[in-house]
């Protein structure tokens, strides 16, 4: 049997049964609830998980193609069958250019089954696309190894930051933080080892500091991190306490190694007024 979570939208109960009974037999385990108003069918796309929407076309005070434009208001890509003893071609064809995937008589339900098969396999190749553009999307801007902000976000958000500074009169600082006897640890232990170490390095770093602080990876063995609302004092403050956390061994297949690290710090408005004077200062105190 496979599951099938079905919002129906019809104003009898007998004809609601009858696809039901139509699905059950083609082999879904139905998980079903029948609205007849649009103030439940928008109560329902809102409080639960559908994977499909099946509605008659005409019924009293509520009608199908309203039913289908509330759907499609709240949930654009699920499927939408129209199940009516009233449609006929031409209002089919109207209600598809609208967005329904299908329409089925009532009187010719054999075909629901194979057209609920169907959509569901549309949409799930629909659903995975949309999964596998999302992760691009985000690599885009984020280091595949760490998980971290990369080099073309962190300009980004320092970007928003200093124009958010000059808005609030509020400065900032950027950490540039470059490990130390990194490469020795990938020649005497292989780039696996060092991948352990950068992926302790990026915890330690997102467990020192602030929700609203951005630590990223710029590269090989470099991080930086943006604070936002601080000063240079306090950003001293808080890269002693980055490079206390990093003191401590870093375990590799159960293999204690030490890593020291270097760390710069510049600020704005103090030191400089720009992203890329800022990073130079910083990489420069560094």
Excluded at 85 to 91: A, L, N, Q, R, W
Excluded at 95 to 109: E, P, Q, V
Excluded at 221 to 249: M, W
Aim: a negative charge; aromatic letters at 6%.
């Amino acid at each position: 049997m496979t599951p099938l979570r079905l919002l129906q939208v019809e104003d009898t109960e007998d004809d609601a049964a009858l696809v039901q009974h139509a699905l059950k037999r083609a082999g879904y385990e139905i998980f079903a609830r029948r609205v007849d108003t649009a103030e439940g069918l928008r109560r329902e796309l809102h409080d639960s998980e559908w994977d499909l929407v099946i509605a008659d076309y005409t019924m009293p005070g509520f009608s199908g193609t309203k039913a289908l434009a509330i759907v499609r208001e709240q949930h654009p890509d699920l499927p939408f069958i129209f199940v009516s003893g009233t449609i006929g071609e031409d209002t089919a064809v109207a209600a598809m250019k609208t967005g329904a995937h299908d329409y089925i008589m009532k009187g010719t339900l054999a075909r629901l089954a194979p057209a609920v098969e169907r959509e569901m396999r549309e949409a799930a190749v629909r659903r995975e696309r949309y999964l596998a553009n999302q992760r691009v999307a985000y690599l885009a801007y984020h280091d595949s190894l760490t998980d971290l902000p990369n080099r073309a976000l962190f300009l980004d958000r320092l970007q928003q930051a200093i124009l958010r500074s000059h808005r609030d009169e509020k400065g900032l600082a950027v950490l540039l933080i470059d490990l130390d006897g990194f490469k020795e640890v990938n020649d005497a232990l292989g780039h696996h080892a060092g991948d352990v170490v950068l992926q302790e390095v990026a915890m330690r770093l997102r467990g020192a500091l602030r929700a609203s602080d951005t630590v990223a990876r710029l590269g090989g063995d470099e991080f930086a991190v943006l604070l936002t609302n601080t000063d240079v004092n306090r950003a001293e403050l808080t890269s002693r306490k980055v490079l206390l956390d990093l003191q401590h061994p870093f375990m590799v297949d159960g293999r204690p190694l030490s890593i020291s690290a270097s760390v710069g710090i510049a600020g704005i408005p103090l030191h400089a007024a720009t992203g890329d004077d800022v990073l130079r200062r910083a990489d420069s105190a560094m």
